[in-house]
């Protein structure tokens, strides 16, 4: 089956999802669980929404290529951390403001590098932005 990315030449769908992929599989052996993945929020998306503990981490999943002018974490700018804000604080009153045993609402990024032989990499920064 061939995907309008295949189709078009643009592979950026295809490394997104690789990119998440390997986010929600670095933050499982780490000991979070996975909430939720591509979470819409009316025009909004959250990435990975992951919880440890009393933790409630929004996860900003970013793979930049070579030929970036920007570095993944210098991606993540204010127009696109405040789009973060309003959809966590959407999905925190929605369905976890009753919940007593989160504590903390964070806000995560994930940088994923792929290696020559494609294996993913993944740096977890904890509290990018408030």
Same mark, same amino acid.
């Given at each position: 089956?061939?995907? @309008?990315?295949?189709?078009? /030449? ?5 490394? /997104? ?18 909430? @939720?993945?591509?979470? %819409?929020? /009316? ?9 440890? /503990? ?22 993540? !700018? ?10 966590? %604080? ?8 009753? !919940? ?12 994923? !590098?792929?290696?020559?032989?494609? %294996? ?11």
């Amino acid at each position: 089956m061939v995907t @309008g990315a295949a189709r078009s /030449g643009n592979a950026r769908p295809a490394v /997104g999802k690789r990119a998440e992929d390997a986010t929600a599989q670095h933050l499982s052996l780490d000991g979070w669980e996975i909430v @939720g993945r591509n979470i %819409r929020v /009316g025009p909004l998306e959250l990435d990975v929404l992951a919880r440890k /503990g009393d933790v409630l981490a929004v996860v900003e999943v970013r793979f930049r290529g070579p030929g970036s002018w920007l570095g993944a974490l210098d991606s993540v !700018d204010g127009r696109k951390r405040e789009r973060l804000r309003t959809a966590a %604080r959407r999905i925190w009153d929605e369905r976890f403001a009753r !919940d007593e045993s989160l504590r903390v609402l964070r806000f995560d990024v994930a940088v994923v !590098d792929f290696d020559p032989m494609g %294996r993913a990499h993944v740096e977890h920064v904890e509290g990018a932005f408030q």
